[in-house]
Each structure stands twice: as structure tokens, then as C-alpha cells.
């Protein structure tokens, strides 16, 4: 194939999110009890994050397994941040300094909400380009089977090639603006900025389960614009997070962190690293579309699909991933649905406490909610 990749050309290359902030201990201690169990519970929770599973000493951190348990922590903590909604009406009449922070939760909230939208229209385009690969996999293998012929050999061939082109087509459109993850990335990397530069103001305001979330949230969901960032020349860069050694859960992020920054820089040496089943999958899937041109140039018809033969396993192997990715992608697809419910009932809860004199729109603009899978 003239294309080295079916899947690197499937998506426009794109930087992760580069952002920088601090996290200082015992924001809002002595008005929010709950945060010294959450930075607790968080600080348990990284450190399985950055070591691998027994059963899988392998596990890149950019893989929809990795991901899925990453995701698991973004939501216990905006969990948390909703329950903690209800105790901050007594502060909002302390100080006008309390409505401020309102805002900029309100502001951050629906830029999270965008965000999932964005991440949910990539495990999309994901699903939409896994579902080729399986097309093409129906084409040949047939239970029952023993052999292929070449007139299924012939067809597979041609899905290959259209496979191709539309995934050519889709990098052509995509090549001449700036990409949704792009800019996603982009969004996320100014949320952390801002998050830096306001920090002396959430000190001690209450506000404090609320500023750990949206941490937590920002950090898991750069990691996730790398990984279904695919293919293509730019490099994925991961900024490091700064983050205050008072916090008790400093060193278990630090340390996640830095595992994360160190796969992604040894993987962009050769090409930009991406999401780990997707990679595999396009690695078997170049594979076996070498075995099948290898099979029509022998003209050796039919072709034996003996579970020794090259051709057998190819498929077999191909096979196993797809369904690895399939399943992969319906878990991170669940858990951006129930993170984006979260955050819109956080976001109604924090309306409800608002200053009823106010103009804010009481909606949260008109975001379609991402459908969870049956």
C-alpha cells in the first residue's frame, strides 16, 4: 500500500494539552471538610494509576484501559465537587469575592462540558474507522471455513483500497483548519493557566473540593487529547504540572506525570504516539494487507487458512484486537457520558445557588448530551 498507516492519516495530528498550575493543600480546610478525604482518596488512586496492574505489567498509559481507570478518578472527584455544592451557599453572602469563584467554575464547567463533546466525537470517528477494519475482516473470514478464495480475496483487496481513500479524503479536509482536538487542547491548556494565576484567591474560600476536580479533569483529559491525537509529523508535548509539595497528594501525581511525559517522549521519537489499541490495530491491520496483496501476486487460489499459515494468523490476531479496541472504546465512551451528567447537574446545582439578582443565563447553552451505549 502506498499508505504506510490506514489509521495515521485517519485523524489530524495534534499537540496535547500543555498547561501549568499549582495545587496548594488545604484550600478551603476550614470551611469544606470533605477535601482532606478527597486528597486522600486521590492520593491512593494516582499512585494505582502510575503503576501498572499485576495481571498487566505491560500497560501503556495511553491505552483505553488506562484511560477507563483514569476516568474513573476524574469522575469520583467531580462526584465529590457536586456534593460539595450544597455547603457553599453560606459563602457565597461572605464576600463578593465568593460570586467570582462562581463565575469561574460556571466558566470552567462548560468549557469541561465542550470537552467531552469533542472527546465523544473522536471515540466516533474511532468506532467509524474500527468498524471499516471489521468489514474487511467479515470479507474473509468465515467460521467454517478452511480456505479463502481468491474472488473474497479480490474484495477484500478493493474495501482495503476505500478504506484508504476515505480515510486520505478525511485528512485532506482535516489538514486545512485547525482540528476540534486541536483546539480543545488549546482550551484546557488555558484552564490550567488560569487555574495557576488565581490560585492566591481560592485559598481557604471554601471552594476547595471544586479547584481539586477541575485539576484532576484537566489533567486526565490532556492525556486523553494525546492519545487519539493520530498520526502525522507534529510531536506531542506534555508540559510539566507544578504542583505545591504541601499537597498530600503531590508526589503520586507528580510521579503519574512524569511516567506519562516519559512514554510519550520515547514514543514520539519515531512517530506521534497515540492510543495504544489504535496503534496495534494498525500495525495487524498493515499486516494483513500485506498478506492478503502477497496471496493475489502467488496466484496460488484457494488460499488454506491452516492455523500455521501466515494468513490465518494474521487475521486471528487482527481479530483479537478489534475486539479489544471495541470494547475499550464503549468503556471511555460510558465514562464521558457519565462524567459530562456530572457536570451538567453540577452546573445546575451551581445556578441554583446563585445570586437570584443576576443576568447569568440558567441554561447551559445548548449542548447535545452524548448518548450512552445500550
Not at 480543545?184 to 479547584?211: A, T
Not at 507534529?234 to 510521579?255: D, G, Y
Not at 447537574?345 to 440558567?362: E, F, H, N, Q
Request: a neutral charge; glycine letters at 4%.
Amino acid at each position: 500500500m502506498a499508505s504506510s498507516s490506514m489509521f495515521s492519516s485517519l485523524l489530524q495530528s495534534l499537540p496535547s494539552s500543555k498547561f501549568s498550575f499549582r495545587v496548594t493543600s488545604g484550600i478551603g480546610t476550614f470551611y469544606n471538610p470533605v477535601l482532606g478525604l478527597l486528597e486522600s482518596k486521590l492520593a491512593n488512586q494516582l499512585e494505582l494509576l502510575t503503576r501498572p496492574p499485576s495481571d498487566h505489567q505491560d500497560l501503556s498509559y495511553l491505552s483505553a484501559r488506562w484511560l477507563h481507570n483514569a476516568m474513573s478518578t476524574v469522575i469520583f472527584a467531580n462526584s465529590n465537587a457536586k456534593t460539595s455544592i450544597v455547603d457553599l451557599q453560606n459563602a457565597l453572602s461572605d464576600s463578593g469575592s465568593y460570586c467570582k469563584w462562581l463565575d469561574e467554575c460556571l466558566d470552567d464547567n462548560i468549557r469541561v462540558l465542550d470537552t467531552c463533546l469533542i472527546l465523544q466525537e473522536s471515540l466516533s470517528c474511532s468506532k467509524l474507522h474500527l468498524s471499516y477494519v471489521k468489514a474487511i475482516l467479515g470479507t474473509l473470514m468465515h467460521p467454517a471455513d478452511k480456505q479463502v478464495s481468491k474472488a473474497r480475496l479480490l474484495r477484500a483487496a478493493h474495501a482495503v483500497s476505500q478504506c484508504v481513500k476515505l480515510a486520505q479524503q478525511k485528512n485532506t479536509e482535516m489538514g486545512s483548519k485547525r482540528s476540534k482536538l486541536e483546539t480543545c487542547g488549546s482550551v484546557l491548556r488555558r484552564m490550567g493557566e488560569k487555574l495557576y494565576s488565581l490560585e492566591d484567591q481560592y485559598k481557604g474560600n471554601g471552594w476547595g473540593v471544586m479547584y481539586v476536580a477541575h485539576m484532576i479533569t484537566i489533567f486526565v483529559c490532556g492525556v486523553m487529547v494525546t492519545a487519539f491525537s493520530v498520526g502525522g509529523p507534529k510531536k506531542a508535548n506534555m508540559s510539566t504540572i507544578s504542583i505545591s509539595s504541601q499537597s498530600n497528594w503531590w508526589l503520586a501525581l507528580s510521579a503519574l506525570q512524569q511516567r506519562i511525559k516519559e512514554e510519550v517522549e520515547t514514543k514520539r521519537i519515531q512517530k506521534m504516539p497515540y492510543l495504544e489499541e489504535l496503534e496495534k490495530m494498525d500495525s495487524l491491520f498493515i499486516c494483513l494487507t500485506q498478506r492478503i496483496t502477497q496471496a493475489l501476486e502467488d496466484g496460488l487460489f484457494p488460499v488454506l487458512l491452516d492455523e500455521e499459515k501466515p494468513m490465518k494468523k494474521a487475521m486471528g490476531d487482527l481479530q483479537r484486537c478489534v475486539d479489544e479496541l471495541g470494547h475499550g472504546l464503549a468503556k471511555l465512551e460510558q465514562d464521558i457520558t457519565e462524567l459530562y451528567q456530572e457536570l451538567v447537574t453540577s452546573r445546575m446545582m451551581l445556578l441554583d445557588i446563585y445570586p437570584k439578582s443576576s443576568a447569568i443565563p440558567r441554561v447551559y447553552l445548548e449542548l447535545d448530551e452524548p448518548k450512552r451505549q445500550n
